[in-house]
Each structure stands twice: as C-alpha cells, then as structure tokens.
C-alpha cells in the first residue's frame, strides 16, 4: 500500500484530481445551503453575501471562464519549464518540477475554481422562498484565492528555472535520503560479508516478474511482515537497480515452506525514483554539471557549482558502511538483508562523465579537486585511500608540460591539500 501511495502521489493529475474533487463538493453544499436555507439565514448573514440569482449567474459566469483562461495559462507555463528543464539541465530532472507541491497545488486551485464556479451555475435556480443565494459571494472569495495563488505561482517558476535553484532543491532531497539511511543504519547492522542465516529450515529464490528498477522498498512494513510470519528475507540488489525479467530478486528463509508474495513491499517501473535512491539523486546533479560543460551551453560555472554540492553530499555518506545492511526486529533477530552502499562506486559514478567531457577546461578540474578535498575531510581513513586515488584518475589526461604558470600553480596547490589531508 505504501509503494502505491509514493507512486500515486508522484503523478501529476493526483493533487489536481483532490482539489477539484473538494471543490466539486464544496459546490454541492452550497447549492443545497441556497436552496434549502437561504431564506431563513438571510437575516444572520450581512447584506453583502447575498446576491439575486440574475447577479449570481452573472458573476459565476464570468469567474468559470477566466479561471478557465488561468488553468491554461498555467498549463502552457507549466510545459515550457518541462522543455527548458529537458533542454538545459537535465531530463531526470523534470520530475523535480512535475512533483513539486506548489506546482501541483497552483494547477489544483485553479482547476477547482473552475469546477465550483461551473457546477454552481449549473445548478443555480430560483429557490422555494426567495430569490438570493450566497454562492456568487464564495465564488468570488475563491476566485481572490486563485489569483493571489497565479500571483504566487509565477514567482514560483521565476525562482524554479533559475539553475541555482533547481540545485539547491536537488541538494536539500539527496541530503534527506542521506539523513534517513543514517537514521536506518543506526539501529540496523551493516557487514561487509554475507552471513548464512543457518536457523531455517527451507529456503526459496524468487525471481523478478518483470524488467524495469527497483525503485522503492518499505523497509518498515517488510520487517514488520518477516518478525510476524518468522521470515527473512535476503535480497540480491538494491534499490536504484535496473532488474531483468526472471533475474533472482531476494531469497525468502522460513521454517515451513514459504508462499508468500512481498510484492506490496516493493515497487518496480520504467524509471528511477529520486525518494530512496541515492546514486539517482547524486546523478541528476551529475548531469546538469555534464550538460553545463558541454559546447552547446558552456556554462563552467555551473559546473563548478554542481561539483562541490556533489562533494557535500559525497561528504555526508562518511558514516554510511559498505556492505550489507541487516535489519532486526525487536528481539534482534535479523529479518531482513539489503545491499546498502559501495562508497568507491558511488563516488566514480557521480563524477566519472564530468572527468570525461570537463578534461580540457582547468576550472572545472580545479574544482574536482576542490571537492576531493571536501570529501577527503569528512571521510574515516579507511577510505581517504580512495579518495586520493580517484584524484590522480581526474589527473591523468592532463599534460602539466603544455599548461599555463597560473595554471599549474593553483593545480599543485590543490594538489599539495589534497596531499596534506592524507597525513
């Protein structure tokens, strides 16, 4: 239930699809309110919420066909921000935008002003007592709503399709995952090595229905399900990996022989998702800093910048353990194994392609270093050995004979940092 709440809310038309329905039904008692006790509140309310029904219509009329205008408009905003973010950042980057609540929310308004003001007017006729109603007046409040929310809705994509924006917000929702692992990792144990669960008496291999990611695993509900049926559950890949239709998904451990289906615990698709997958998350910064360098942008800077957040976030993963990530249930019984994270691959794979197209331009090589030092601060010594070497793989398309003094003198200052973390 949990995957298909994530994966219901990820869709656009969800949050749309809510306010308009509360609005559909806001329309409905207002209509029954005009009908059944307008007449009897009409001396409690003041003057100006009650209008005749030839004003009300007039009014809801008007109202229907410019939040109509408003919806479109929004809708047209909202398609050339997607295009821009395609164009320029990064296409894994325009869920980011769709998913964004006040992106959402600003279309729901909208759409449900819409829905009100039409469903009003459809139903608006002469009362059994009187001739007024209150709906003109709670159409017009909707519709100052609506326009201060316009009003607020394009300060909001101004902000959003600037660069620096977009990542900060794509820092802040790494940050969290990288929060919620530490978080996971603390009452869990992680080993680098397997261990045979040994207790149980059968054991099945289940294999993957069908081809696509891993996006998301209820970690909760999952060791909540194997401490109450006496399982565990050991799983062969992670979340954030591509898996091939009958490729070996987990290995369920019981004392009798197992049927059980845990597919409600996890969720497949064609496409990564940013909420737990933290190599996607450092990925998509990845990119806008592989599309910054490129010839038809050329925008070193924001490069630069995408490289030292990537080194904050590499940074915060110091206390995540290689390996094997087992959770115990009250009793410290382990339930449930999951491959947690390689700290080597997931800092090669954040910046191996900026190496790759960045290896003439100094300034970004400059801040690869940069970042390496950043990293290098945060990590145990265990790991600053790979940190230092994956310095000299940024460095070796590099012929220092042929560079500038300048040049080559901030280089071997970064350099001689670099060096100086590693005593």
């Not at 917000?169 to 040994?198: S, T």
């Not at 997931?346 to 270093?369: P, T």
Request: with cysteine.
């Amino acid at each position: 239930m949990k995957s298909f709440l994530i994966n219901l809310k990820g869709r656009i038309w969800f949050v749309p699809s809510v306010y308009s329905l509360l609005s559909l039904i806001m329309a409905f008692v207002t209509i029954m309110i005009d009908y059944y006790w307008a007449a009897s509140m009409k001396e409690y309310l003041p003057s100006f919420m009650m209008t005749k029904i030839d004003l009300a219509q007039t009014v809801l009329g008007t109202i229907a066909g410019s939040l109509l205008t408003m919806t479109t408009f929004t809708f047209s905003t909202v398609m050339v921000v997607l295009t821009t973010y395609s164009s320029q950042f990064s296409p894994r980057a325009l869920k980011h935008f769709v998913n964004d609540k006040k992106t959402v929310r600003g279309l729901g308004v909208f759409m449900g002003g819409f829905i009100y003001s039409i469903t009003t007017l459809l139903f608006m006729r002469d009362t059994p007592n009187e001739e007024y109603v209150i709906a003109a007046f709670f159409g017009v409040v909707y519709a100052v709503v609506c326009l201060a929310y316009f009003a607020y809705f394009i300060h909001h994509v101004a902000t959003s399709i600037q660069i620096s924006s977009l990542i900060g917000r794509l820092e802040k929702d790494a940050m969290k995952i990288v929060k919620f692992y530490k978080e996971l990792q603390q009452n869990n144990v992680v080993q680098e090595h397997k261990k045979d669960p040994g207790r149980f008496l059968n054991k099945k291999e289940v294999c993957s229905k069908k081809s696509g990611f891993l996006q998301f695993v209820d970690f909760k509900g999952l060791l909540e399900f194997t401490e109450k049926n006496g399982l565990f559950i050991d799983f062969e890949t992670k979340v954030g990996n591509f898996i091939r239709k009958g490729q070996p998904l987990y290995t369920i451990y019981s004392q009798k022989e197992s049927i059980e289906d845990l597919s409600e615990y996890l969720s497949f698709g064609s496409e990564r998702m940013g909420k737990y997958d933290l190599e996607f998350s450092l990925q998509r910064i990845s990119e806008i800093a592989v599309r910054a360098v490129s010839p038809s942008i050329n925008d070193p800077n924001t490069a630069r910048d995408c490289i030292r957040y990537l080194g904050v976030l590499l940074g915060e993963t110091a206390e995540l353990n290689d390996g094997h990530l087992t959770m115990m249930d009250k009793d410290t019984e382990p339930r449930v194994r999951i491959p947690f994270f390689e700290f080597d691959r997931m800092l090669y794979k954040s910046y191996y392609q900026i190496v790759h197209y960045a290896k003439q331009d100094i300034s970004v090589i400059l801040a690869l270093l940069e970042a390496m030092v950043i990293i290098q601060k945060e990590m145990p010594e265990g790991r600053q050995e790979a940190v230092y070497s994956f310095h000299e793989y940024i460095l070796q398309n590099i012929n220092k004979e042929e560079m500038h003094k300048w040049d080559l003198q901030i280089l071997n200052e970064k350099i001689s940092e670099l060096e100086g973390e590693m005593k």
